[in-house]
């Protein structure tokens, strides 16, 4: 009687909820970009810092285990001694913590810039990914208002060198300490050290940041009495009286053409708060050494509107957001939104030495970005072009074909030898298209006779085959030339890029 095999089970090749894979041109684009912006910080005297993926869970802050397991938001683990591990979820809760580590070592400001992954154990969804890029510069040390006004101007001069125009961008801007004026003139909370730390205050903070998602009605629910969503939860509200309530509005609501103006209506909503003033202040005076740096408000603007998780920020705010337009994948055009923001946040070191630190910085979304480049089809790049595949036509010509190879490269030329059966010269050249390949080198027993090679150029001659109609034009087409050998690298050398 035969024995029943056993089922062999075999994993199924697919990637992990909210996680991808990033291919040769996807990561060449990234490291490009990455590169063009740490360029931009090394000018402004900044210096890099790489941090472990992995940290104490504790020296993040703001996700603190419970019971069981940490509260959702980061993927965490016990290691063998039971102490609670995770992966960063940003690239500024580690700067804090080696920062404090390090700080009789490192000067005082201290400007760094860091790049690298970072995740979050959120529910995916379209362009929202588990893992993504973050580039990030910060100052820390500083309670001058030039340091932010730096970050400002800094991260503008990025925008601009990865490609965007001055009228395709708007870095807005706004500070944390004039909605504290306008909470302390609504009578909300009381102020303590220039902050008001309430739980009311706490609510009326989350509510505006929920702006972007809700609009001015859904925050105004928000900040009475609650809000039922479309799937019949309801949200408890902030219980603002009506007359806090249109203060809070006409704040967030303000949208005037000029910078001057917006911070005229402030002053009057601020009213006789000394840190609203203050607040105020501090944007007139980013807004100034902006203009020094050749920024105007065409490009960085004074927006209310601009919330940027207040609770966690300490004084001014700002986001970049590109003006121009994409299609979505329903063929439908919408705003891009931001692609970088940041602020001012005094608080964050204080976790671990007991006293205020100050710092500014910002985060840009690489992957964000990337994705704006290549939906936008002004700015989008060429796929770079693969090796030179040399073909082999005689197998016992090997150490010729690898010869060639070797000089190519000795001259800096990409360049691969086919590793596949090389019977076929169809099969090869359909590879080199599959790589992307500009040029293939062609070498038979009558090219080695004569010390010569033929090459062939794929690009032109795929042009040429949707022109040509009989086989003698074809004859007489310039998509493959014949070379000798020795004068191979100098033509190489001249063809264009």
Known sequence: MKKNKQKVVRPKPINPKGFRDYFHFFSKKRSSLIKEICEVFELYGFENLETPAIENLDALGKYLPDIDRPNQGVFSWKDDESNWLALRYDLTAPLARAYAQYSNELPLPYRRFSWGPVWRNEKPGPGRYRQFYQCDADTVGSHSVVSDAEMCIMLSTIIEKIGFKKDEYILNLNNRKILNGILETAGIG?????????????????????????????????LGAGRKDESGDFTTGANLNEEQINHIIQFISINNDTNSKTLQLLQTLVGNSIVGKQGIDELQQILEFSEYAGFSEDSIRVNPGTVRGLGYYTGPVFEVELTEKIQNEDGIFTEIGSVAGGGRYDGLVKRFTGKVIPATGFSL??????????????????????????????????????????????????SELYLGNPKDLGRQLKYADKRRSRFALIMGSEELKKDVIQVKDLELGAKISRQIKTHEEWKHQPAQVEIKRDKLIEYIMKLPK
């Open 190 to 222: 009381n102020i303590n050290d220039n902050y008001i730390n309430s739980t009311q205050s706490d609510m009326v903070l989350r509510s505006i940041d929920k702006i972007d998602r809700l609009g001015l009605e859904g925050v105004k629910d928000l």
């Open 365 to 414: 979304g690489i992957d964000r970005l990337l994705y704006v480049f290549n939906q936008i089809k002004s700015k989008e790049e060429k796929y770079e072009a693969g090796p030179i595949i040399v073909t082999i036509m005689e197998k016992d010509k090997i150490k010729a074909y690898q010869q060639i190879v070797n000089d190519l490269r000795n001259a800096g030329i990409k």
